[in-house]
């Protein structure tokens, strides 16, 4: 069973940054396709964003367009996930996710099998 750990997590004010990491335990990453999602209390876990093997191809969802950015070091093997303009409403556990495949078709928690377990992100003032 692969093993993801997020870190990164943490308390910001609104307005600010935050960068998550997610790195693999027992092998590399370069071989998967990588996403992000997230849950809030009482929601259900949605996608952020998708990022393909190689890193030629990135999806986001609506509500973190032009604020989320994700990407990928494959020598370090870790994905990375910039999140700036933070906002009350991004506030959940972060989980990252992978996919042995190139590429990911749609960034949604069903497309993926191996999970990490999460760390807090909390945005208040």
């Known amino acids: 069973q692969l093993q993801l750990v997020e870190s990164g997590g943490g308390l910001v004010q609104p307005g600010g940054a935050l960068r998550l990491s997610c790195t693999a335990s027992g092998f590399t990453l370069d071989g998967y396709a990588i996403g992000w999602f997230r849950q809030a209390p009482g929601k259900e876990r949605e996608g952020v964003a998708c990022?393909?093997?190689?890193?030629?191809?990135?999806n986001y969802a609506d509500s973190v367009k032009g604020r989320f950015a994700i990407s990928r070091d494959n020598a370090k093997s870790t994905v990375y996930l910039q999140m700036n303009s933070l906002r009350p409403e991004d506030t959940a556990i972060y989980y990252c996710?992978?996919?042995?495949?190139?590429?990911?078709?749609?960034?949604?928690?069903?497309?993926?099998?191996?999970w990490g377990r999460g760390t807090q992100v909390t945005v208040s003032s």
């Open positions: 990022i393909s093997r190689h890193g030629t191809t990135t």
């Open positions: 996710a992978a996919e042995p495949k190139l590429l990911i078709r749609r960034c949604a928690p069903a497309s993926f099998s191996s």
